[in-house]
């Protein structure tokens, strides 16, 4: 089955730029989905088909994807960005399964 | 506005039954896929069951096949969960989220499943 490999932690202080990485064997042909999960709360979508923004998600959230990496960056980093973070795929072999990273702690120092 | 509210977790001896539900608004329920993952304590998320939008194709994650099956009334707008020969390793918030076959676009807050003796 298909792995998706996050680094469990990132850390940036407030006004720079976060990228969070996710690492999977050709990973640029898939599409990649980013949510962001705040303590005690649901997950949110936050980028969708590697770096489109569903709406009321703010500009500074961004992805990229090519090669065996994706990308989600955030730019001018708030305190309120503080969260897990976790992507995630659609792969048909050898059956259906939606696959997610391990997840990536993003603290704002 | 779309709402996905979750019930029927609790507390359950290992080997027991459970059966979950979540119940959809502000959306046409009989036109999206819909799906369970669950987040096991202090852990990451974990897809586990997906139904297309009619109920006619079912998706299982390996650690739960044959011991979960998902199923919808899209009558009631309302999409189940029923969970039979449960492990301590199911303990877990199960939450319901809608899809469209590729990602998962809103999710309800989440109903806790504690599986312990």
């Known amino acids: 089955s298909y792995v998706l490999a996050q680094p469990p932690s990132v850390s940036v202080a407030p006004g720079q730029t976060a990228r969070i990485s996710c690492g999977g064997n050709?990973?640029?042909?898939?599409?990649v989905h980013w949510y962001q999960q705040k303590a005690g709360q649901a997950p949110v979508l936050v980028v969708h088909d590697n770096s489109d923004r569903p709406s009321g998600i703010p500009e500074r959230f961004s992805g990229s994807n090519s090669g065996n990496t994706a990308t989600l960056t955030i730019s001018r980093v708030e305190a309120g960005d503080e969260a897990d973070f976790y992507c995630?795929?659609?792969?048909?072999?050898?059956?259906?399964?939606?696959?997610f990273g391990g997840g990536t702690k993003l603290t704002v120092l | 506005e779309v709402q996905l509210l979750e019930s029927g977790g609790g507390l359950v001896q290992p080997g027991g039954s459970l059966r979950l539900s979540c119940a959809a608004s502000g959306f046409t329920f009989s036109s999206y896929a819909m799906n369970w993952v669950r987040q096991a304590p202090g852990k990451g998320l974990e897809w586990v069951s997906s139904?297309?939008?009619?109920?006619?194709?079912?998706y299982y994650a390996d650690s739960v096949k044959g011991r979960f099956t998902i199923s919808r009334d899209n009558s009631k707008n309302t999409l189940y969960l029923e969970m039979n020969s449960l492990r301590a390793e199911d303990t877990a918030v199960y939450y319901c989220?809608?899809?469209?076959?590729?990602?998962?676009?809103?999710w309800g807050q989440g109903t806790l499943v504690t599986v312990s003796s």
């Open positions: 139904i297309s939008d009619g109920g006619s194709r079912k």
């Open positions: 050709n990973i640029g042909s898939k599409r």
């Open positions: 989220a809608r899809g469209d076959s590729r990602l998962f676009d809103y």
């Open positions: 995630q795929v659609w792969d048909n072999s050898p059956d259906h399964s939606w696959v």
